[in-house]
């Protein structure tokens, strides 16, 4: 298996709404992470998950709150969002070999579509 | 991380090879170049990579220059599924658990019939 599987694909949600996003990997990859990608933006990382413990939070609202269960599942719980917090929600995973290049190659999910009304 | 600079955007014709520049005047001597692409509403998907020497896979080619400051991906025969955002990234091989991957605005190429 060397796929990264999203669920779900599309998510409508209201401000006051609780969701959450799901990742699933099985190529044994200890690193996980959740990018941000507004329309026609780069993808921008969000949280970074090494050995299932927080390694990088890149100063992300309290309104979004990762979880990583265990070594294969990643969620990112949604509360209280904005508008503007619509976008492509990217997860992606690692191997964990520090200083080896190919450390560096990600395997992205194909997105969740997030919409705030 | 070094800079790096692509144009916004480029066209191919579909059959012909796409040559896509990167420069990179920046880099250290320990940074790889890391090429991904992302294709309309997908998730970005990996290419290749290199530190000095030219490298080939079964999806591209990529060639360095020998000062490592600018480097060129190369579609040998693009087709028009490889129509897509193609980004270019330099980074050290991190000695730490932190992996930080930055995208930057990367080369719209699209390819024509």
């Known amino acids: 298996d060397t796929e990264v599987t999203q669920t779900p694909k599309h998510l409508v949600m209201g401000m006051t709404n609780k969701k959450s996003l799901k990742c699933e990997q099985h190529m044994g990859h200890r690193a996980m992470y959740w990018y941000k990608q507004k329309a026609k933006k780069p993808p921008e990382l969000m949280f970074v998950?090494?050995?299932?413990?927080?390694?990088i939070n890149e100063s992300v609202p309290s309104r979004f709150s990762p979880e990583c269960p265990n070594s294969s599942l990643l969620n990112l719980h949604l509360h209280a969002l904005q508008p503007e917090d619509s976008a492509l929600y990217l997860c992606a995973s690692s191997q964990e070999r520090q200083g080896i290049p190919g450390a560096n190659v990600l395997t992205f999910g194909a997105g969740s579509r997030l919409t705030v009304l | 991380d070094a800079k790096t600079t692509q144009p916004p955007s480029m066209d191919c014709a579909e059959g012909r090879a796409a040559n896509l520049p990167c420069n990179h005047s920046t880099i250290s001597g320990n940074e790889y170049v890391y090429w991904y692409r992302q294709i309309h509403s997908q998730g970005p998907q990996y290419i290749i990579h290199g530190l000095k020497n030219n490298e080939t896979n079964e999806m591209a080619s990529l060639i360095i220059t020998e000062d490592r400051k600018s480097s060129t991906l190369i579609l040998p025969h693009a087709t028009l599924r490889d129509t897509a955002v193609y980004y270019c990234?330099?980074?050290?091989?991190?000695?730490?658990?932190?992996?930080?991957?930055?995208f930057g605005k990367g080369t719209l190429l699209t390819v024509n019939p």
């Open positions: 998950y090494s050995y299932e413990k927080l390694s």
């Open positions: 990234i330099v980074r050290v091989p991190l000695l730490s658990s932190n992996y930080k991957l930055t």
